[in-house]
């Protein structure tokens, strides 16, 4: 079986494109390295000591994507490529719905095209807005405040038209929540361009030395200690979760969407405090004001993935806070210097 990853040396590709080659899956890998490095593609090899096909391609590029499907026999797509940034869609709105929604179109077109109907997309909880209430079921209501969030949304509407129009079409639609730590090596993991939007890889480069301190935003909502409260998943467990999609998208004439979460919430101060536990290092900290867009309190509930793929998140705090650092710690500067 042949999968073509797109966005394949992402933080949450790679590790996809790992656990997908220890299946004993083939891998094509198509990324165009807009938020990501080539090194990522040597680190994958390295972990899995298995080769495999590579494209620096753009999916807006409909040509050379008919290439890869020209070229390859593929059996299923994972579809990870896409800008990520909440604040940057805020501020450049045409870029992310060009980037995440046109090249999803492109995407889905050429795979009609050379008849392969079967996809796992990678959505987001974001798509929960700010007006439900955790823990979060996928029969809620939908609703966005930012072009990001929106272009999820929009993405998720256009794949179910799809399988309506043509139900030789298969897909999994998986919604994270948020995705930390990294494969036990240290070889891959979380490399944001520049300083950090998100809480995880802001700690650990707190902790490596790379920034002076953390700013905490908020710590008047209405949760346990006033921060805010996540549902912080494994990336390893969130990969293992693309695989259990797969399978499913390879045997079921579908469409469905599912959380991938524990289920469990932890605030900005708890996750703080883990990882200071799990490292012996401090982290210093001042307190700010909320976030604009910020919700105080967003997990999963992550029963319907249990019952219907048979997947659970297994790996809790400690393992995503150990994980996290060795990362950092053994890559002080991601894979800039490389
Ligand atoms: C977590 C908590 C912040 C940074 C985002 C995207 C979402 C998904 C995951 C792609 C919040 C607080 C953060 C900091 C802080 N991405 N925080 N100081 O906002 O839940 O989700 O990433 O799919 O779409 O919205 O994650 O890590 O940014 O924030 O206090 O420097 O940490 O206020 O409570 P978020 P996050």
Not at 122 to 141: C, F, I, R, W
Not at 286 to 291: D, E, I, K, T, Y
Request: proline residues 4%; contains cysteine.
């Amino acid at each position: 079986m042949n999968i073509l990853v797109t966005g394949g040396t992402g933080y949450i590709g790679s590790h996809t494109a790992v656990e997908l080659l220890n299946e004993g899956y083939g891998v094509i890998l198509l990324d165009n390295f807009s938020n990501s490095k080539p090194e990522v593609i040597n680190r994958i090899k390295r972990i899995t000591g298995k080769d495999f096909r590579s494209y620096n391609i753009d999916l807006l590029d409909k040509k050379r994507l008919g290439k890869v499907f020209e070229e390859n026999q593929l059996d299923a797509v994972i579809h990870f490529a896409g800008f990520k940034a909440v604040g940057e869609s805020v501020a450049n709105p045409i870029k992310y719905y060009q980037n995440n929604v046109v090249g999803t179109l492109v995407l889905c077109e050429t795979m009609s095209r050379y008849s392969v109907k079967k996809l796992v997309f990678s959505s987001s909880a974001t798509v929960y807005g700010t007006d439900n209430n955790s823990p979060l079921t996928e029969d809620m209501t939908l609703s966005t405040n930012n072009p990001y969030g929106s272009s999820k949304m929009i993405i998720e509407m256009i794949l179910r038209d799809l399988y309506y129009s043509d139900r030789e079409w298969r897909v999994s639609i998986l919604r994270y929540f948020n995705p930390i730590g990294a494969h036990e090596s240290g070889l891959i993991g979380e490399d944001p361009n520049g300083e950090p939007n998100n809480l995880m890889p802001y700690i650990t480069q707190v902790a490596v030395g790379t920034r002076n301190k953390l700013t905490i935003f908020g710590n008047d909502y209405p949760t346990h200690d006033g921060t805010g409260i996540r549902d912080y998943i494994h990336v390893v467990d969130l990969a293992k979760g693309h695989i259990k999609a797969l399978e499913r998208v390879l045997v079921e004439p579908c469409i469905d969407v599912f959380n991938l979460g524990t289920g469990i919430g932890y605030s900005v101060l708890d996750l703080i405090r883990h990882f200071e536990e799990s490292t012996g290092i401090k982290i210093p900290f001042v307190l700010s004001g909320r976030r604009p867009g910020d919700v105080a309190v967003c997990y999963a509930n992550p029963e319907k993935a249990a019952k219907t793929l048979n997947w659970k998140a297994e790996k809790d705090i400690h393992d995503m806070c150990r994980d996290s650092w060795r990362w950092q710690s053994k890559n002080p500067d991601g894979y800039k210097l490389v």
